[in-house]
């Protein structure tokens, strides 16, 4: 597990650098959910298969960036699904954004993340490692990852996250959405759920949530990726991650490319969200 974290480092300096002086414009191609991909989705993406390439440990890979597993190591232990520009399109407007992985054994599913790690790139690289039920935060200080502190959530946060279309919300999660500002929570929003997420944890705790809406039933956000990663550091941080009704470590996977409805945060919050779930969705 050392050599993947390293891995992670030296591709986060490289990644660091490409976001500082890369070109912010549109590539020709679409990635397999039909998002044309940035110039920088490609490059970060081709940094980071290049380094675990090397990596004996890595079994298999696969990118949100890419349609398929790709095959590394027979003998290799581990899985990796990662996200390798998640935000990518914010970099224009000078958003922090990141990258999400998630380690896996066995198969590319919720049963088996054993391990998840994911990197802002805001004024300053923070790197956050979930491990062994503890999550743990490091900083690029003069071109090293220096370990700042370990984070936990409070069990009641300030922060409210309503990412998706609002126009297309249930009915039941605009008037919870709208009872949560009511109860005194700011908004806390800026489209990258890396630092959204980042932003929750440091500060406490909140809810971020990625509904299901007419537009899209299953969300937006991906499983392997993005939410499965979020779910596990949320979980060793003393919070939650749910689908609505049920812990998305929980969520059936049928594709590597699957999305899920997703919540994130403090355990008072994440159970206001079942309660109004359990009484609406259906
Ligand atoms: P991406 O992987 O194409 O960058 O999309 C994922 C991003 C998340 O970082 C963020 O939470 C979400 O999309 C925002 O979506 P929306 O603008 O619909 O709220
Ligand atoms: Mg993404």
Redesign the pocket.
Known sequence: MKDIIKAIEDASIRIKDLIETGDTGKSENENSTG?TQLKLDIASDEIIEEIFAKIPSIKAIVS?EQEAIVDLNDNGEYLIAY?PL????LVDVNLSVGSIYGIYKDEFNAQNIIASVYVVFGPRVEMVVALDNCVKMYRLLAGEFKYIQDIKLNAKGKLNAP???QNCWAPYHKTMIDDIFNDGYRLRYS????P?LHQILLKGGGLFS?PGTTDRPKG??RQLFEVFPFALTYEFANGGAIDGLKRVLEVETTHIHDTTPCFFGSNEEINRVLEVYKNNAR
Do not use: F
Not at 191 to 194: A, F, L, R
């Open positions: 998002d949100e996200d998640d935000g990518s399109s990412g998706s279309t489209g990258g759920m890396v959204d990625y937006k956000l």
